[in-house]
T-cell receptor
Framework: GAGVSQSPRYKVAKRGQDVALRCDPI?????LFWYQQALGQGPEFLTY????????KSGLPSDRFFAERPEGSVSTLKIQRTQQEDSAVYLC???????????FGQGTRLTVV | DQQVKQNSPSLSVQEGRISILNCDYT??????FLWYKKYPAEGPTFLIS?????DKNEDGRFTVFLNKSAKHLSLHIVPSQPGDSAVYFC?????????????FGKGTKLTVNP
């Protein structure tokens, strides 16, 4: 597809369950970002990849959050032992190396019950 | 500590009039600013951007103004259309230590009334 694709669109998890969120960036985009958006807030940075290298993970809220991009294209955000405060929309974005305009996916809405 | 602030949670204007959305920032390291538009259940869509070396950028009905001394930027939409109704996010690009990230404001919900 032409845009950033995220799956699933919606995920309901029981507290304590592990979840994995997938992002397919735009083909050829070197940079990939994950953001977390809580209700009524703006997106907040989680982590940044340049190709397969995770250059910044300073925004990950705890060691329960883990992201990978092993082949420099598809990325997975994994959350272990989910808690209610993890409920949010998780947005993935990608951009070309020299381009500061990031294209966002539709997001995955995670609800932890 | 919010580095990008959008102090108006909502704005309502009449179709055909001007919409002005404001944004303030605190970090002098920001060197590029972007506006994103977001419809419900969709991801943010890039609208317009401005480099810190400019004070104005125009694209059709959308103009962004940057006042570096005041650390303030604004988005003007003229004329406003009902289809412009959405949440608008101001974002600033922070590039440091080999990383780059967008820092977002909380957004302003714009309603354009027919």
């Amino acid at each position: 597809g032409a845009g950033v694709s995220q799956s699933p669109r919606y995920k309901v998890a029981k507290r304590g369950q592990d979840v994995a969120l997938r992002c397919d960036p735009i083909s050829g985009h070197v940079s990939l970002f994950w953001y977390q958006q809580a209700l009524g807030q703006g997106p907040e940075f989680l982590t940044y990849f340049q190709n397969e290298a995770q250059l910044d993970k300073s925004g990950l809220p705890s060691d329960r959050f883990f992201a990978e991009r092993p082949e420099g294209s598809v990325s997975t955000l994994k959350i272990q032992r989910t808690q209610q405060e993890d409920s949010a929309v998780y947005l993935c974005a990608s951009s070309t190396q020299a381009n500061t305009e990031a294209f966002f996916g539709q997001g995955t809405r995670l609800t932890v019950v | 500590d919010q580095q990008v602030k959008q102090n108006s949670p909502s704005l309502s204007v009449q179709e055909g009039r001007i919409s002005i959305l404001n944004c303030d920032y605190t970090n002098s390291m920001f060197d590029y600013f972007l506006w994103y538009k977001k419809y419900p259940a969709e991801g943010p869509t890039f609208l317009i951007s401005i480099s810190s070396i400019k004070d104005k950028n125009e694209d059709g009905r959308f103009t962004v103004f940057l006042n570096k001394s005041a650390k303030h930027l604004s988005l003007h939409i003229v004329p406003s259309q009902p289809g412009d109704s959405a949440v608008y996010f101001c974002a600033a690009l922070l590039t440091q230590g080999g990383s780059e990230k967008l820092v977002f404001g909380k957004g302003t919900k714009l309603t354009v009334n027919p």
